[in-house]
C-alpha cells in the first residue's frame, strides 16, 4: 500500500486548504485513515481520523469545527478540508491508512507542507 498526499501549499490566515490522499494498492476493509501533523521542534500530533466502514470521525480539540475529513472509497482518497487556517496549523501534514482487518498494517505518506501566515 502507498499513501501520496497532495494540496498542501502557504496561505494566509483565515484561509482555507484542502489536502487529499490516494491510497493505491489493496486496503483492508476495516481500517481507519487519519491524518496527523508535526510542527518543528515537536511531536507528531493527531488531526482527525475518519473509519472504514463506520465513516466515524475523530478531531484534535485544536482543529474541531475548523477542519472536516472525509473519504471517497471509490477512489481510494481521503480528504482534509482546513477552513479557518491559522499560523499554528503549520506543520508537515501526513496520511496514515491503518489497516484492522482482515489484513493488518500500517502505512505513512511522504507528508505535504501546509504553512499559514499571520
Known amino acids: 500500500v502507498q499513501l501520496v498526499e497532495s494540496g498542501g501549499g502557504l496561505v494566509q490566515a483565515g484561509g482555507s486548504l484542502r489536502l487529499s490522499c490516494a491510497a493505491s494498492g489493496s486496503t483492508s476493509s476495516i481500517n481507519v485513515m487519519g491524518w496527523y501533523r508535526q510542527a518543528p521542534g515537536k511531536q507528531r500530533e493527531l488531526v482527525a481520523t475518519?473509519?472504514?466502514?463506520?465513516?466515524?470521525?475523530n478531531f484534535a480539540d485544536s482543529v474541531k469545527g475548523r477542519f472536516t475529513i472525509s473519504r471517497d472509497n471509490a477512489k481510494n482518497t481521503m480528504y482534509l478540508q482546513m477552513n479557518s487556517l491559522k499560523p499554528e496549523d503549520t506543520a508537515v501534514y501526513y496520511c496514515?491508512?491503518?489497516?484492522?482487518?482482515?489484513?493488518?498494517?500500517?502505512?505513512w505518506g511522504q507528508g505535504t507542507q501546509v504553512t499559514v501566515s499571520s
Open positions: 496514515n491508512l491503518n489497516d484492522l482487518w482482515p489484513r493488518p498494517g500500517d502505512y
Open positions: 475518519i473509519t472504514n466502514p463506520q465513516g466515524n470521525t
